[in-house]
């Protein structure tokens, strides 16, 4: 069974960075892509950012794209999203989730193992 687990939330200043960590286990294939989403009060859940564990290529939304940097430690089976320049519309719950496969479907439901959520606010 595959379990994960998002951290690294909290509360800063506008500007400010974090660094969320996903831990992962129970993966019985080297080609998963585990995929970093956000839901904001009222709002969809909504994928910002992706990597492929296989081939390592990224994926990120034009919303955080610039300013996030997703990565992975195979060895560790660790994925990370290093947040800067943050905004308070980057406020939101945000979940790792993965998949079987090198690929990073926008949508969230491609991904069958989710994280519970970690907060992340930002005031302005």
């Known amino acids: 069974e595959v379990q994960l687990q998002a951290s690294g939330g909290g509360l800063v200043q506008a500007g400010g960075s974090l660094r969320l960590s996903c831990t992962a286990s129970?993966?019985?294939?080297?080609?998963?892509?585990i995929g970093w989403f956000r839901q904001a009060p009222g709002k969809e859940r909504k994928g910002i950012s992706c990597i492929s564990t296989g081939d390592g290529r990224t994926y990120s939304d034009a919303a955080v794209r610039g300013r996030f940097t997703i990565s992975s430690d195979n060895a560790k089976n660790m994925v990370y999203l290093q947040m800067n320049s943050l905004k308070p519309e980057d406020t939101a719950v945000y979940y790792c989730?993965?998949?079987?496969?090198?690929?990073?479907?926008?949508?969230?439901?491609?991904?069958?193992?989710w994280g519970q959520g970690t907060q992340v606010t930002v005031s302005s």
């Open positions: 989730a993965a998949k079987l496969g090198s690929s990073c479907p926008r949508t969230s439901n491609p991904f069958g193992s």
């Open positions: 129970g993966f019985t294939s080297d080609n998963y892509s």
